[in-house]
């Protein structure tokens, strides 16, 4: 199985700071990564498929990279309606398997 | 307009069966990959299942494998996933999505207690 280590688990931070989030996988593929923002009570919503491809209708603040082993995810300038919980899930290849997650607070 | 509705969750004991149901709408059901994916309360996310769009193709993950059974009805547009000898660590809000792989659109899950 691929395992998905994201980092950090949680961070702090202000409207209008660029934030970057990490997945490392245990073992490397291409771009068969997808990044999804999930806020509480409600189910997770994909932001970016096939590592870097932005889904219609997200704001271009997000933007994502990466290939192998290390992906990001960056929020340019962090809005209040971002303060949510972030995922990424490789499916490459089977088990699918999701990072742990990075909460996004305000500072 | 994309809806995916899941049903069927609820208090079970650990060993009894529940059989999830997801309707499907909006899109052309019989085209798509569908997946289950779980979150245990306070957790994180836990890919669990998914199937072609004409069944002919299933996987699951390790720990449910022998235990779980996912399925669908094209004809009504619905996804299921039947789940026996359940343990306290399947308790979770189970959620279908659309795709087999980068999942897009899902619905907003439904309830799964394991307890005695």
């Known amino acids: 199985d691929i395992q998905m280590t994201q980092s950090p688990s949680s961070l702090s931070a202000s409207v209008g700071d660029r934030v970057t989030i990490t997945c490392r996988a245990s073992?490397?593929?291409?771009?068969?990564l997808a990044w999804f923002q999930q806020k509480p009570g409600t189910a997770p919503n994909r932001l970016i498929y096939?590592?870097?491809s932005l889904q219609s209708g997200v704001p271009s603040r997000f933007s994502a990279s990466g290939s192998g082993t290390e992906f990001t995810l960056t929020i340019s300038s962090l809005q209040p309606e971002d303060f949510a919980t972030y995922y990424c899930l490789q499916y490459y290849s089977y088990p699918r398997t999701f990072g742990q997650g990075t909460k996004v607070e305000i500072k | 307009e994309v809806q995916l509705v899941e049903s069927g969750g609820g208090l079970v004991q650990p060993e009894g069966s529940l059989r999830l149901s997801c309707v499907a709408s909006?899109?052309?059901?019989?085209?798509?990959?569908m997946t289950w994916v779980r979150q245990a309360p306070g957790k994180g996310l836990e890919w669990v299942a998914n199937?072609?769009?004409?069944?002919?193709?299933?996987h699951y993950m390790d720990s449910v494998k022998g235990r779980f059974t996912i399925s669908r009805d094209n004809a009504k547009t619905s996804l299921y996933l039947e789940m026996n000898s359940l343990r306290a660590e399947d308790t979770a809000v189970y959620h279908c999505?659309?795709?087999?792989?980068?999942?897009?659109?899902w619905g907003q899950g439904t309830l799964v207690t394991v307890s005695s």
């Open positions: 999505a659309i795709g087999g792989g980068a999942t897009d659109h």
């Open positions: 199937i072609k769009g004409d069944g002919s193709e299933t």
């Open positions: 909006g899109f052309t059901f019989s085209n798509y990959w």
């Open positions: 096939g590592a870097s």
């Open positions: 073992q490397g593929f291409r771009n068969d």
